[in-house]
């Protein structure tokens, strides 16, 4: 069983200011890990994802996310906020890469001010 | 086309009714997966299928919900009698097995936005 916990719903920051999105997870098998932003009326878009190479991942927009086995976490970050990043992210754990299911957590809201 | 599409974007529908929500996916992605996303509940995993069979179909709340894909590509969620507690964004992804024989991630279309009032 996979389980995902994303630590707060709503995070703000300041255009500028590092961005910080935690997601732990749970998973009985080696997990991959992925982080999917969501813009209002959107479908998912995906950031980036881990699936047992390097640990550190780069992805799109300039975020990018370490996997952590010994804490279970996969947190996101952005050094530098900007006004488009406010969005809902998503943090999902399948066993297989694409299918199996993904299981979701459920998604920080990001708000980003000026 | 370029992406995974749905239609219609939106339905409201009266409880009671029917209602046939349709996903095309990426050409050539033989996987195929329904997710609803809700208030309340996050986003779930409903049904998925590899070519025109559903071997995984575990995520389905009730007989009233069903999906089939035909020719490898359209699907079709199907809900029977709706109930309010429906309402809810139905979201597709397709995905396709990679050089590395594992599939890759899921692309996901913009949803279905389903009222039933």
């Known amino acids: 069983a996979q389980s995902v916990t994303q630590l707060g719903s709503h995070v703000s920051v300041s255009e500028g200011a590092l961005v910080l999105l935690r997601c732990n997870y749970s998973?009985?098998?080696?997990?991959?890990l992925f982080w999917y932003v969501q813009y209002p009326n959107q479908g998912l878009q995906l950031l980036l994802k881990?699936?047992?190479?390097?640990?550190l991942v780069k992805g799109i927009n300039g975020f990018e996310a370490e996997f952590k086995k010994s804490e279970t976490s996969f947190h996101l970050t952005k050094p530098s906020a900007h006004m488009s990043d406010a969005a809902e992210y998503f943090c999902?754990?399948?066993?297989?890469?694409?299918?199996?299911?993904?299981?979701f957590g459920k998604g920080t809201m990001l708000l980003v001010s000026p | 086309g370029a992406g995974v599409s749905q239609s219609p974007s939106n339905k409201v529908t009266e409880k009671g009714k029917d209602v046939e929500l349709r996903c095309d996916p990426i050409?050539?992605?033989?996987?195929l997966y329904w997710y609803r996303q809700s208030l309340g509940q996050g986003l779930e995993f409903l049904i998925y299928?590899?070519?025109?069979?559903?071997?995984?179909k575990s995520g389905l709340p009730s007989d009233r919900f069903s999906a089939e894909r035909t020719g490898g590509s359209v699907s079709t969620l199907t809900i029977q009698r709706t109930q309010q507690e429906d309402s809810a964004v139905y979201l597709c992804?397709?995905?396709?097995?990679?050089?590395?024989?594992?599939?890759?991630?899921?692309?996901f279309g913009q949803g279905t936005r389903l009222t039933v009032v």
């Open positions: 881990y699936t047992s190479a390097a640990t």
């Open positions: 299928f590899q070519g025109n069979s559903a071997p995984d």
């Open positions: 999902a754990v399948s066993a297989l890469a694409g299918y199996s299911t993904l299981t």
């Open positions: 050409s050539g992605h033989t996987a």
């Open positions: 998973s009985s098998v080696p997990p991959y």
């Open positions: 992804a397709s995905s396709f097995m990679g050089d590395t024989g594992e599939y890759t991630e899921a692309f």
